[in-house]
Nanobody
Framework: QVQVVESGGGSVQAGGSLRLSCAVS????????LGWFRQVPGKEREGVAG???????AYADPVKGRFTISKDNAKNTLYLQMNSLKPEDTAMYYC?????????????????WGQGIQVTVSS
């Protein structure tokens, strides 16, 4: 049973930084895809950043240059370092994983999800 648990997040002023963590368990090895997604009320969930089975990364245009995704294979933990935060980054952030995905930015490709964690950026 694959389990995904997010931590971190909270409230910060614009220009500040936060780091999200995502602990993954239930896989037999470290070859799986991981992604961060976010959602605001009334809008569809959107991809933020992802890491593929081969370690390749992808970022959504609005976060390029500000967010960094990384993975610690020894700890089976995914991170999202968020710098230069903007009020429009305010959302519920979700971590997701699956063995194989066609797109790291498409939430429909991921089967296993965390409960979500709130990030609020004030101006």
């Amino acid at each position: 049973q694959v389990q995904v648990v997010e931590s971190g997040g909270g409230s910060v002023q614009a220009g500040g930084s936060l780091r999200l963590s995502c602990a993954v368990s239930g896989y037999s090895d470290s070859k799986y895809a991981l992604g961060w997604f976010r959602q605001v009320p009334g809008k569809e969930r959107e991809g933020v950043a992802g890491i593929g089975r081969d370690g390749s990364t992808a970022y959504a245009d609005p976060v390029k240059g500000r967010f960094t995704i990384s993975k610690d294979n020894a700890k089976n933990t995914l991170y999202l370092q968020m710098n230069s935060l903007k009020p429009e980054d305010t959302a519920m952030y979700y971590c997701a994983t699956d063995l194989w995905v066609d797109s790291l930015m498409d939430p429909a490709d991921f089967a296993y999800w965390g409960q979500g964690i709130q990030v609020t950026v004030s101006s």
